[in-house]
């Protein structure tokens, strides 16, 4: 199968430009000006952005989380991603405490072979790292999972001590892998949380309220700490706050190798939401909480300054029925984590609309950073000849409301959208991965197909 993208305008992370773009096959075959090629399909691309594929490097697709389990699965959260223009993920396979890491990844691709519509990656949740199982972090980097997420937070859940964190550190810098860091001090949030239970503060709102952003900057702080001694590349997750980010600067101004994501709750959502009546603020709890407003104006300016390094969307969608609502009684028992896979391109594109950065740090933050960052690039998060044909041809005029009712917008699994009422100008128009077209004006038009990415290590390229 041959495809003509032709008259769009191509911007990647670097250029910007009008050309036609050959795909024949998986790849990219040629890009230039009026290319005479026999194509089997033609897409019309005048007046559109042609632009790599969307990277969300932080998803929890059919994750078991707070005695539930998340609400897409492999096959609605991939599907629901390309209908954003998101061609590819990382999503978090995880070990069972005293288990071995091997059968958590074993677990994770037996939950999306075969479902998913996009390719995908695994990052391992490492929850216990004992001397004796050190070398399976040398498997997993062979098998191509080569970052891992560990967490300062969830006592008694996911939370790891300071001694598993610099042993896994260690280990992951000498294997030439990154770490992921969930960075709270979750031990002093437990006894915040205990405080606030014992004089009844039960309602959504004191989610936030048992959260300070101090807690956060505090968990960033140690974890560039640890991993500057340990000598890894480290990656902030889901970064949600000023105080947080403050942190991350300190740390690259001592030549740190350290960068961090944010994600779009925090850049258009604020702590004012867990305010909604009848139970409602249940929906935006999700760890770390939605901050006070004006910490929208720092993260916006980190992503332009480059202090933030790309966007995620720690997409982890429970519906508000049966599943937040298990917290009725006690914020505590709220399942955490939103949806959003579908909604971060054109979100991100709000940026460039409000002059927050250009569109090529627009692409660089919805793709090639990730690609970039966690072992895919060059054959993802660029539009250039050799490279997977992972293209969407965007549309930036096209105005949007998204809405749990808007079929245009919402294909997740999940009964309400953190953005309802959003209105958006700049959405897909045709979204393809390795040169299947995936969506087309609305329309679903390929179903599964989607390929585990074996990744490089840091700092290598995936050819
Ligand atoms: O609330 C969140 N973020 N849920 C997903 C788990 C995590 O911490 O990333
Ligand atoms: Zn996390
Ligand atoms: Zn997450």
């Given at each position: 199968m041959s495809i003509l993208i032709q008259g769009g305008r191509v911007v990647t992370a670097a250029d910007d430009y009008f050309a036609d773009v050959f795909i024949e096959g998986e790849k990219v075959h040629s890009i230039g000006k009026d290319l005479k090629v026999n194509a089997d399909r033609v897409i019309d691309a005048r007046g559109k952005l042609v632009i790599p594929g969307g990277i969300d490097p932080h998803t929890h697709l059919d994750m078991p989380f707070g005695g539930t389990t998340s609400a897409d699965d492999f096959e609605s959260g991939t599907i629901a991603a390309a209908f954003g223009g998101t061609t590819s993920l990382v999503d978090f396979a995880i070990q069972s405490r005293g288990e071995s890491t091997l059968k958590?990844?074993?677990?994770?691709?037996?939950?999306?072979?075969?479902?998913?519509?996009?390719?995908?990656?695994?990052?391992?949740?490492?929850?216990?790292?004992?001397?004796?199982?050190?070398?399976?972090?040398?498997?997993?980097?062979?098998?191509?999972?080569?970052?891992?997420?560990?967490?300062?937070?969830?006592?008694?859940?996911?939370?790891?001590?300071?001694?598993?964190?610099?042993?896994?550190?260690?280990?992951?810098?000498?294997?030439?892998?990154?770490?992921?860091?969930?960075?709270?001090?979750?031990?002093v949030i437990d006894e915040i949380i205990k405080a606030a239970?014992?004089?009844?503060?039960?309602?959504?709102?004191?989610?936030?309220?048992?959260?300070?952003?101090?807690?956060?900057?505090?968990?960033?702080?140690?974890?560039?700490?640890?991993?500057?001694?340990a000598g890894v590349p480290l990656h902030i997750v889901h970064l949600s706050c000023a105080d947080a980010l403050e942190q991350?600067?300190?740390?690259?101004?001592?030549?740190?190798?350290?960068?961090?994501?944010?994600?779009?709750?925090?850049?258009?959502?604020?702590?004012?939401?867990?305010?909604?009546?009848?139970?409602?603020?249940?929906?935006?709890?999700?760890?770390?909480?939605?901050?006070?407003?004006?910490?929208?104006?720092?993260?916006?300016?980190?992503?332009?300054?480059?202090?933030?390094?790309?966007?995620?969307?720690?997409?982890?969608?429970?519906?508000?029925?049966?599943?937040?609502?298990?917290?009725?009684?006690?914020?505590?028992?709220?399942?955490?984590?939103?949806?959003?896979?579908?909604?971060?391109?054109?979100?991100?594109?709000?940026?460039?609309?409000?002059?927050?950065?250009?569109l090529n740090r627009f692409v660089e933050i919805s793709s090639t950073a990730a690609a970039r960052t966690f072992g895919m690039f060059p054959r993802k998060g660029t539009v250039a000849v050799g490279s997977d044909a992972d293209i969407v041809v965007f549309d930036p005029d096209k105005r949007v409301t998204i809405s749990v009712n808007n079929p245009e917008t919402h294909h997740m699994k999940v009964d309400y959208s953190s953005?309802?009422?959003?209105?958006?100008?700049?959405?897909?128009?045709?979204?393809?991965?390795?040169?299947?077209?995936?969506?087309?004006?609305?329309?679903?038009?390929?179903?599964?197909?989607?390929?585990f990415v074996k990744r490089a290590l840091s700092g290598e390229l995936l050819r």
């Open positions: 958590g990844l074993d677990t994770w691709h037996a939950k999306a072979e075969g479902k998913a519509s996009i390719d995908y990656a695994f990052h391992m949740i490492i929850t216990d790292m004992p001397d004796e199982r050190l070398p399976e972090m040398q498997k997993l980097a062979d098998a191509g999972v080569t970052s891992y997420k560990l967490f300062m937070a969830y006592p008694g859940v996911l939370y790891v001590d300071d001694g598993t964190l610099y042993r896994t550190f260690r280990q992951a810098g000498e294997n030439k892998t990154r770490i992921c860091m969930h960075a709270e001090n979750g031990i239970v014992k004089d009844g503060k039960l309602e959504p709102k004191y989610h936030a309220a048992t959260r300070p952003t101090r807690m956060e900057a505090e968990g960033v702080h140690r974890a560039i700490a640890i991993a500057e001694v991350v600067k300190l740390g690259r101004m001592r030549g740190v190798d350290v960068q961090a994501e944010t994600c779009p709750q925090y850049l258009f959502l604020d702590e004012s939401f867990y305010e909604k009546p009848n139970f409602e603020g249940a929906k935006w709890v999700m760890t770390p909480a939605l901050r006070e407003k004006w910490n929208q104006d720092v993260l916006w300016q980190g992503l332009r300054l480059g202090h933030l390094a790309l966007v995620a969307t720690d997409h982890c969608p429970f519906c508000f029925k049966g599943q937040k609502e298990l917290g009725r009684e006690s914020f505590t028992k709220i399942p955490n984590g939103a949806p959003g896979v579908e909604n971060r391109m054109t979100l991100l594109y709000q940026g460039v609309q409000k002059g927050h950065y250009d953005y309802e009422g959003f209105e958006v100008t700049g959405y897909p128009d045709t979204v393809l991965s390795r040169g299947r077209v995936i969506v087309s004006k609305g329309k679903q038009e390929t179903r599964g197909g989607g390929r």
